[in-house]
Nanobody
Framework: QVQLVESGGGLVQAGGSLRLSCVASGTFFSINAMGWYRQAPGKQRELVARITRGLSTNYADSVKGRFTISRDSAKNTMYLQMNSLKPEDTAVYYC???????????WGQGTQVTVSS
């Protein structure tokens, strides 16, 4: 199994930036991809960005050009750089890890991001 811990959330004004971090521990060899998801009140959890072991990335249309996902394998850490934040980006952000085939290995506890207008 993989344990994940997010950090870096907070309150920021619209147009501002935040960087989220997700530190992984446990059985790394089983990780094929890692991702950032978010869940706003009353809404379903949605994919924000995903990065594979080969460093291929994909993003939700709503964050393309504003958010950047990256990994530092030496630090077992994944990042989400969020720029030009909007009030609609307000949500709890979660990271996860996937095995080949998409099986989820674990979720973090979430970190709150609040963007004020």
């Amino acid at each position: 199994q993989v344990q994940l811990v997010e950090s870096g959330g907070g309150l920021v004004q619209a147009g501002g930036s935040l960087r989220l971090s997700c530190v992984a521990s446990g059985t790394f060899f089983s990780i094929n991809a890692m991702g950032w998801y978010r869940q706003a009140p009353g809404k379903q959890r949605e994919l924000v960005a995903r990065i594979t072991r080969g460093l291929s990335t994909n993003y939700a249309d709503s964050v393309k050009g504003r958010f950047t996902i990256s990994r530092d394998s030496a630090k077992n850490t994944m990042y989400l750089q969020m720029n030009s934040l909007k009030p609609e980006d307000t949500a709890v952000y979660y990271c996860n890890a996937e095995a080949p085939g998409g099986r989820v290995l674990g979720w973090g506890q979430g970190t709150q991001v609040t963007v004020s207008s």
